[in-house]
């Protein structure tokens, strides 16, 4: 009884940090949920670049989010992919870049096509360049036929290492008081296993040095593959986060036979088997509010409550402002969206413009001016274990 009591007053203590409502009452912790920076603040400038990390915290998001490839000398870099342009084989034509690569005659010679998880891709691609190499490269829209207005900063900025952009949010950090934390993806971790640039040994080494560490620590690690997240579980005690798509499966499954679809992963059976090794699950926003042809939201699923029985956090992606991306109910209303899925209890999103998203969650949180500092998200993140056994108990007594 005395350690039941203990919890309650200790979960009581975190969620008052907060203004109350049915929003924080939604969510795993209590806590409000966090914004990410999705590729940075990707819907003003190039994706992954300093600039747009830094736009990024400045409009209030409590993480950046980092995508991870590796050079040829083994240096995590921020890309989203590890192809930094793409042709169509036939025409030669740039499909996607988001580099000014194609454009250098020196580097000419170091287009190749490549299988990166099954795809048969032409182009240039990161590990085939040192990171001295890349550092001469310069950023660019990865979408201008949507984003024309982003391209006025092509050829401004470089790409960040890991490093980089651990240090832009320390230095954030210090200069406005707010925590800023930093959500890393490995991209292609069996990919890169297969060429000999492991990403995990890198990562962890990396945020060892920075003093990363503890379930505390203001990191999550994301990837959408299963093998790297359970061998990082064996490295490291920081959170991490299972990456569930619309639709296929962990390229780690299609390369072992394993059956399992991320549909699979997303039952409550699925997400009791994800609670073995992480903390929270990454979810498709289709997978919690599903879409029909049309692309009108459709009923909910349980998804989030069946993560939050699980004691996984649910972070949701990806939202962005264009209605090209807004479902049916929600064209030029991207407000009216977060607020749908803030509805669910989820506990936090990412999106390509975190100064909506900070907005909409401020204002539905009752704190309509203020951003949330991380050191009280993560309050909450601590007890973790404690909310699961608080939901359990309110369960039975339900039941009882």
Do not use: C
Not at 202 to 227: C, H, K, M, R, W
Not at 352 to 362: G, I, L, Q
């Amino acid at each position: 009884m005395f350690r039941f009591s203990r919890l309650l007053l200790l979960v009581t203590a975190a969620m008052a940090v907060f203004p109350s409502g049915d929003l924080l009452a939604a969510t795993l912790t209590g806590a409000p949920p966090i914004v990410i920076g999705h590729r940075g603040a990707s819907g003003y400038r190039p994706e992954h670049t300093l600039a747009a990390y830094e736009l990024a915290i400045d409009m209030g998001a409590d993480f950046i989010e980092p995508d991870l490839v590796s050079t040829k000398d083994g240096v995590l870099i921020a890309r989203h992919e590890n192809a930094i342009a793409i042709l169509n084989p036939t025409t030669g034509a740039i499909t996607e870049a988001t580099t000014n690569v194609a454009e250098l005659p020196q580097f000419a010679n170091r287009k190749t096509t490549k299988v990166i998880d099954g795809v048969s891709i032409t182009g240039w691609f990161t590990e085939d360049f040192t990171l001295a190499e890349l550092k001469t490269l310069r950023a660019k829209e990865r979408i201008p036929q949507i984003r024309p207005q982003n391209t006025a900063f092509d050829g401004l900025f470089e790409i960040p290492t890991l490093q980089e952009v651990i240090d832009l949010a320390k230095r954030k950090s210090a200069e406005t008081g707010r925590t800023i934390g930093i959500y890393p993806e490995t991209k292609h971790p069996s990919y890169f296993d297969a060429i000999g640039l492991s990403m995990e040994e890198p990562l962890v080494a990396t945020l060892t040095a920075n003093g990363y560490s503890g379930q505390n620590a203001p990191v999550f690690i994301q990837s959408f593959e299963v093998g790297n997240l359970k061998d990082l579980s064996t490295k490291t005690n920081l959170p991490l986060v299972q990456l569930l798509n619309a639709s296929g499966k962990p390229y780690d499954f299609v390369l072992s036979g394993d059956s399992r679809t991320y549909a699979d992963l997303a039952t409550p059976a699925g997400l009791a088997q994800i609670a073995a090794y992480a903390q929270g699950v990454g979810t498709n926003k289709n997978l919690l509010i599903p879409r029909d042809s049309n692309s009108k939201l459709l009923a909910p699923t349980s998804l989030v409550a069946d993560a939050h029985a699980a004691n996984l956090l649910v972070h949701a992606w990806t939202f962005r402002n264009e209605d090209t991306f807004l479902p049916l109910d929600f064209k030029g209303n991207p407000a009216g969206e977060y607020e749908r899925f803030f509805s669910l209890g989820i506990d936090g999103l990412f999106s390509d413009n975190p100064d909506t998203a900070v907005a909409v969650r401020n204002r539905v949180a009752g704190n309509p001016t203020q951003s949330v500092p991380e050191p009280n998200l993560l309050l909450g993140f601590v007890f973790l274990p404690l909310a699961g056994l608080w939901r359990r108990r309110q369960t039975s007594l339900k039941k009882s």
